[in-house]
């Protein structure tokens, strides 16, 4: 008798610790208590354009960085690895494309000699994303950053004077390079809670990264690939 009522009072002292661990770790995570989220996001991508290539294709056409801002989609997976801290999965889509005209030449009648640049980007990130305040907030400002690989595809195609050639003419081409850039990223938003698992977010997100030119670019020196993302997005706790 004496030991089936030690196993009984063992056995309501587990429980009972069981119950205040559970509440203990419920109330430290608030009522929105969720795990993971996945963000879905849509905006623009605004390019630095700077380095070698941006900036003699800026000199000898009629362009500017501007001209070069596109649509941008994303999206991202965070898991809560300690409180308000999680890391952080996700990529991001950008394309844009301009028509080019020399500055300084033109045809034999007069017309501008043109070609069109495209540039896109897939970027895959990987960091931390630390929330300023709880889930159940009604304003979430939040901080993050990471490393980042950028995969780009330059192309050029349209109307181009061949220099070497005397007299000098007008040929049509195209010309592309694809590769790998490596680099950082930094990011800043604010989230508004909708409900238990729903909430919108507005963000800014800062990359950096450089690539050397190579295939029909050889030679042309580093591609710039770092710019500015603003976004508005939605995300699902779970």
């Known amino acids: 008798m004496q030991l089936r009522t030690s196993n009984r009072l063992l056995g ?3 429980v009972a610790l069981a119950l205040l661990t559970t509440t203990a770790v419920e109330a430290q995570r608030g009522p929105y208590g969720a795990e993971n989220e996945l ?5 623009v991508f605004t390019p630095r354009a700077g380095g070698d ?3 003699g294709s800026f000199n000898d056409f009629t362009a500017s960085s501007r001209d070069f801002q596109g649509g941008a989609i994303g999206v991202d997976y965070m898991h809560e690895i300690a409180p308000l801290l999680n890391i952080m999965v996700g990529g991001s889509v950008y394309y844009a494309d301009h028509d080019l005209a020399y500055r300084d030449f033109e ?3 007069g017309h501008s000699i043109i070609h069109t640049t495209r540039i896109s980007t897939s970027s ?10 709880p889930n159940h907030s009604p304003i979430i400002p939040y901080i993050g950053g990471g490393g980042t690989a950028v995969h ?9 004077v061949d220099f070497g050639a005397s007299p000098r003419r007008i040929f049509r081409d195209r010309f ?11 990011l800043a938003g604010v989230e508004v809670p909708l409900g238990r698992n729903v909430s919108i977010y507005a963000e800014g997100r800062y990359q950096d990264a450089h690539a050397d030119l190579r295939d ?3 030679g042309f020196g580093r591609l710039d690939l770092a710019g500015t993302y603003a976004t508005f997005g939605a995300a699902w706790r779970f």
């Open 12 to 14: 309501s002292a587990a």
């Open 152 to 160: 780009y595809q330059l192309e050029e195609e349209g109307d181009f």
């Open 39 to 43: 963000r879905l996001r849509a905006g």
């Open 107 to 109: 045809d034999q009648n």
């Open 216 to 218: 029909d670019f050889q």
């Open 53 to 55: 290539y941006w900036n």
């Open 176 to 186: 592309r390079s694809d590769d790998f850039a490596y680099g950082w990223f930094a």
């Open 124 to 133: 895959f990130d990987l960091g931390l994303v630390l929330k300023l305040a």
